[in-house]
């Protein structure tokens, strides 16, 4: 075997001081340990993880006979006014490969255990080494919920948003591997990603770079990583894209807690989120590697709509006894003024996801883990069969295979966890009527403080012909000047059909403020053929992505744009074709007349026509076969005729 | 006592400058419009390539900006003055005011007219007046062709040469204008200094473009290839736009060399026929550009009709002057109106512009074939106008 030498391409912004047990994922608590366990099992074991025979001390039981890098949980966090964030998250590692893979490939068994089949060949063919998929619908209310979960680094924008970090020995190779990518990637989850092409793309230059601490490894040392993205923002999320998400778990959602993913309830909420981010980590000294992937699954249900639609499938309307009156205003039998939401709260989460978990997953090294992130006046208790257990932190293992449920209640539903504050709100509209210019104008409002730095990234389409000369502030602070706010600017203009306008720029946000940056641009008409169906929906603009460095590392994202081109008239093709002709044609023909024609009297004119006109030429012509006649009789007729 | 033409220069400049300064936000709104602005002449598109190029920006790499280098670094020059911009613009609205009157003046005994008319004509005409308000950079191009066409009339064939390349630099239809500009010369060492001498000074424009364009041709693609394929899609006055949206992507390769090849079409016949009056030819092939370009302002189209009194001589012979007219009133009062029910109003569809897009090609080409018909009248008739005369051609 040969030894390899890593080289680190993309550094990190912090480096690495702390001891391995620091080099945690960006997630809260509870899973911070598990995945360090995970982390630390992974590399006590090292390369002989292959036999996939946990240590020694372990009793083996002909239930559970052999267990693998798989870990799962599900965090349940109500939030404010009756939601409720439930994250479902999966970790799971492939089995050790060699770099040099033509060498290995012919005689080594390989063996893809708890990692989904499809996603080895695809990352190995695109020679991808980081995968990031989100597929992300809804709003999350910022304002109300606080943070996104996992500091928003596991949620894109509205639709399907995609980037990689691909080697190749050429831009133009990473691209061509791009495409494939999202080609392979679009076959394997249903959705439109194979509509992403270089005009979508974009190569990010201080957003989207790897999180983790260590490098990313690089097969052949002649190649260099490069970091591409793409976002579809008219992507619908929907039950054909859950679908392959579960099938890509090895308990394929018959066991654990996948068991609850269902389609009807997971896509029935206002926010929901679905990531895959699959890494490539290598050991630096033996040159094997394996794949890690993190699946997660975030949906925030309101749970009082949610009962009631599990006790009423078909919307009816209360009967008269089941209302809430407000007896103190106006009331009849048929009609009164509603009490406010009641506070208290009671339900289990199989009647919010339909079923109840399966028990546990079966193969995981550890056992599912359950747990809900609530303050002391909330009772959890996990039912298992008949039976209802409680703990102090209120996480639970589940270990038997009997059907667990999660009950929750509590007299006041409105005091839960309260979660941190977002560092920066950002919120982006279009400006301007008309169809064809217009303004895109970002706010962001600091609530804190101390300063934010954050990098903006925005990729938009090359339809929009930006004018970066009218970038504007607004600003209730007079002394702020646009250098103050804008420390750097990336840009690479849209080029038409080939790529899309990449705006970077580092923002310093001044505590306590709001302000706005605004740009103008113009809107082109596209090609007959290059309108969509239904042209007059309008063109979604991806959401501008703002990665915060500074004091926290935090990703917001604005919502997805709606953008109104003007259309010409799609019936027309053969009328242009034929009117524009018209009027060349007139120009044309009616010039080359004048230059080419003789200029003459009118009388001139009589006479020549006269001569050349087709009754001259046709008496002309009879007159010579009456001559041709005679002369065939008489010869003194041919005599005469040739003098 | 000063001389009338020298009232007619400062009324020009007076009225242009009180116009953009008495309405400052007259400018971004004529700049908007499709009429005055393309994207290979408008004032913000520059404005931008000022800015990228102050910023370290990527200023060809694709964009919005369809400027040839030297227009804009001079922008950038001017950025910090840019409120004299106006004063830039009206000085050389005035110069081309100026530079007709001149050429009036060698005309005068045929034309029979104060040589001020013409020059009262180009300072009242509205659409060079707004033209120039817009501070549309098709205003250099004109300038550079009125100022090669005066110097080659007066013999200066070296100083045309350069202002012809210069014209040719800005906007690559210009060159087209050498052809009617060999005509002018008249002798064949003239023309051959002409071209000569065009030829050199392009390339030293290119040559140095392309070293202030950090050693790269790529402003080439932006600025002159856009002109040929018509890549930016924007509803303008010509015939090119509409035609190429709705065209089946199959045939569109096909048809774009038609319409080039259609621009150049006219140039060397003009020439050729009109040999004896070269002065007329250039400005008959002026129309023809005016009427074929891919990106057509009111600009070209106001200076082009500009030069209609110097046909003074043979106004009696035009078939259909109220036609015409009508025409070209039809389409510059009813385009803003229809422009603005399609993409403002969202009532009217995009036919409606279309149409009258048609109409203004209509009305520019009814004006050069009635002026070409006279041209040959007054050619018949040797110079002494028989107006009686019932003429037709076989």
């Not at chain 2, 390539?49 to 020059?77: E, I, R």
Request: a negative charge.
């Amino acid at each position: 075997m040969k030894l390899h030498s890593w080289i680190s391409v993309l550094l990190l912004v912090y480096k690495v001081t702390a001891e391995l047990e620091a080099d945690v994922f960006p997630v809260d608590n509870e899973v911070d340990s598990i995945q360090q366990e995970v982390i630390q099992e992974t590399r006590k074991n090292g390369t002989d993880e292959s036999s996939s025979v946990p240590p020694s001390s372990e009793l083996l039981s002909l239930e559970d006979p052999v267990q693998y890098n798989f870990q799962e949980n599900l965090n349940l966090t109500p939030l404010p006014n009756n939601f409720l964030l439930a994250s479902f998250q999966f970790y799971m590692q492939s089995e050790t490969f060699g770099v040099n893979r033509n060498e290995h490939e012919s005689n080594v068994y390989s063996h893809h255990t708890v990692f989904p089949k499809p996603v080895g060949p695809i990352m190995s063919q695109t020679n991808t080494r980081q995968l990031h998929l989100r597929f992300t619908h809804g709003l999350w209310d910022s304002q109300e919920w606080g943070q996104l979960p996992h500091s928003g680094l596991k949620s894109g924008g509205n639709g399907v948003e995609l980037w990689a970090v691909i080697e190749g020995p050429s831009k133009e190779k990473a691209m061509q591997s791009w495409i494939t990518l999202a080609n392979s990637l679009s076959g394997l989850f249903c959705a439109s990603i194979n509509f992403i092409d270089s005009s979508k793309t974009t190569f990010p230059v201080s957003s989207f770079l790897p999180t983790e601490d260590d490098a990313i490894p690089l097969f052949n040392e002649n190649s260099s990583l490069y970091l591409i993205r793409a976002a579809l923002a008219n992507e619908p999320i929907c039950t054909e894209n859950l679908t392959p998400f579960v099938k890509l778990l090895p308990t394929r959602g018959k066991s654990g807690i996948s068991s609850l993913l269902d389609g009807h309830k997971i896509f029935d909420s206002n926010w929901h989120s679905l990531s895959i981010d699959v890494n490539t980590i290598c050991e630096d000294n033996t040159g094997e590697c394996h794949y890690s992937m993190e699946e997660f699954v975030e949906t925030v249900v309101n749970v009082p709509n949610s009962l009631a639609r599990a006790d009423r499938p078909i919307p009816k309307p209360l009967g008269g006894d089941e209302l809430r009156c407000d007896t103190n205003k106006p009331h009849d039998a048929f009609q009164c003024f509603p009490l406010p939401g009641s506070r208290e709260v009671d339900f289990n989460i199989s009647k919010l996801f339909g079923k109840k978990i399966c028990g546990s997953s079966l193969l995981g090294k550890t056992s599912s883990k359950i747990c809900a992130h609530v303050p002391s006046n909330w009772n959890v208790m996990v039912q298992v069969g008949d039976l209802l257990f409680t703990t102090d932190d209120n996480c639970f293992n589940v270990n038997s295979n009997e059907p667990h449920d999660v009950h929750f209640e509590t007299s006041d539903s409105g005091n839960v966890l309260i979660s941190k504050e977002t560092p920066l709100h950002v919120s982006r509209a279009l400006t301007g009527y008309g169809q064809d210019r217009g303004g895109l104008r970002s706010v962001f409002r600091n609530p804190s403080n101390q300063p934010v730095e954050l990098v903006y990234f925005e990729s938009l389409p090359w339809f929009m012909r930006v004018y970066l000369s009218s970038l504007a502030l607004e600003s209730d602070d007079s002394d702020l000047t646009l250098d103050s706010v804008v420390k750097s600017t990336f840009y690479s203009p849209a080029r038409d059909r080939e790529r899309p306008t990449h705006l970077e720029r580092k923002l310093v946000i001044p505590p306590n403020s709001t302000l706005a940056l605004s740009f103008q641009f113009d809107k082109s008409l596209l090609k007959y053929a290059e309108y969509p169906p239904d042209a007059n929906h309008g063109f979604e603009i991806e959401a501008a992505v703002a990665t915060i460095t500074s004091p926290e590392r935090y990703e917001a994202r604005s919502s997805s744009l709606l953008l109104y081109l003007s259309t010409p008239d799609f019936s027309m093709p053969y009328n242009v074709i034929i009117l524009t002709s018209t009027v060349m044609g007139l120009a044309f023909g009616t010039l080359f007349n004048l230059i080419s024609k003789q200029l003459l009297t009118l009388e001139e004119a009589d006479r020549i026509l006269a001569s050349t006109s087709p009754k001259a030429k046709l008496l002309r012509l009879k007159g010579k076969i009456i001559g041709l006649l005679k002369r065939n009789n008489t010869k003194p007729a041919k005599i005469a005729k040739s003098e | 006592m000063v001389s009338s033409e020298t009232q007619v220069v400062c009324a020009c400049f007076a009225s242009r400058l009180a116009v953009s300064y008495l309405f400052p936000s007259l400018q971004q709104q004529l700049d908007r419009t499709v009429e005055f602005s393309t994207p290979v002449t408008s004032y913000r598109s520059l404005q931008e390539g000022a800015y990228l190029l102050l910023h370290n920006l990527p200023v060809y790499d694709g964009g919005v900006v369809h400027q040839v280098p030297l227009l804009v670094a001079l922008m950038a020059l001017f950025k910090p003055v840019e409120f004299l911009m106006p004063v830039l613009f009206a000085a050389m609205d005035s110069l081309v005011a100026f530079q007709l009157m001149r050429i009036a003046k060698l005309y005068q005994r045929q034309l029979k007219i104060p040589s001020y008319i013409p020059g009262i004509v180009y300072a009242a005409n509205p659409l060079v007046l707004l033209s120039c308000v817009s501070q549309s950079t098709c205003l250099f191009v004109n300038l550079s062709i009125s100022t090669s066409l005066l110097y080659a009339l007066q013999g200066h064939f070296s100083l045309a040469a350069q202002c012809i390349a210069v014209a040719g630099y800005l906007s690559p239809y210009a060159y087209l204008l050498l052809i009617p500009l060999v005509g002018i010369c008249g002798t064949t060492s003239a023309g051959v200094i002409l071209l000569l001498k065009s030829t050199v000074v392009s390339f030293v424009l290119q040559l140095v473009s392309f070293s202030m364009n950090n050693y790269n041709w790529n402003y080439m693609t932006s600025t002159y290839w856009i002109l040929i394929t018509f890549s930016k899609m924007r509803p303008n006055l010509g015939l090119w736009w509409y035609f190429f949206i709705e065209m089946f992507e199959f045939f569109i390769p096909f048809f774009k060399s038609v319409f080039n090849i259609f621009v150049i079409s006219f140039i060397l016949p003009f020439s050729i026929r009109f040999n004896q009056q070269p002065f007329y030819a250039f400005v008959l092939c002026l129309g023809w550009i005016t009427l074929t370009k891919s990106y057509p302002t009111l600009g070209d189209g106001g200076f082009f009709l500009s030069f209609v009194p110097f046909f003074k001589p043979v106004f009696g012979y035009l078939r259909y002057p109220v036609i015409s007219s009508l025409l070209l009133i039809h389409a510059i009062v009813l385009s803003p109106i229809f422009y603005y029910l399609w993409i403002g109003l969202g009532s009217g569809n995009s036919n409606f512009f279309y149409a009258i897009s048609l109409v203004y090609g209509l009305a520019i080409s009814s004006v050069i074939v009635d002026l070409t018909w006279a041209m040959l009248r007054i050619e018949y008739d040797s110079g002494k106008p028989n107006l009686s005369l019932k003429l037709t051609q076989i």
